[in-house]
């Protein structure tokens, strides 16, 4: 009889190798999904109150499409610094990282003016969210993206502090690209809410 001890109990382990920030990306991209799931819900309880004006004003009569434009405009010229920024922190050069995203910062701090002017005359008019369920869905939705972009603001921030204080390590250049992918978000959500609130609305 053989004195070794029988083996079919004993389970082979593999050495799993993770590159480094793979659980940091994979978490972030959970949170990603989850954020669209909320901007997806707010889309669709927009659209079921799109049309519900209660004896209050439309879309054509209240939003203002030139402005609009020209604040969509600043947060797609936004996308495009933090995009020449990615590229300035790949290449190791941190001051261009943070003169891009110095510019990307302006861009969306415009786009945050531009919105809470727009939020001023329409509550300064009467167009309250209290006023309809339009309005309510409207407030909501968009008052929700600009919330994201506010904090967006406040990461930027502090990741040029970040940045400033240690350079470009590699934690920091893992922050960076989790900040790019959740801008990139908020432009790509955008476009969908300059479509479907303010064209669609105004063409209705």
Known sequence: MSSQAPSFYLIDEEEHHHGPGASTALGFWIYLMSDALIFATLFATYGVLSTSYAGGPAPHQIFELPLVAINTGMLLLSSITFGMAAIETEAGRLRATQGWLAVTALFGAAFVGIELYEFATLIAEGATPQRS????????????????????????????????????????????????????????????????????????
């Open 133 to 204: 369920a339009f309005l309510s869905g409207f407030f909501a939705l968009v008052g929700t993206h600009g919330l994201h972009v506010l904090c967006g603001l406040v990461w930027i921030g502090v990741t040029l502090v970040q940045i400033g204080q240690r350079g470009l390590t590699l934690d920091n250049r893992r922050r960076i690209m989790c900040l790019g992918m959740f801008w990139h978000l908020l432009d790509v959500v955008w476009i969908g809410v300059f479509t479907f609130v303010y064209l669609l609305g105004v063409l209705r």
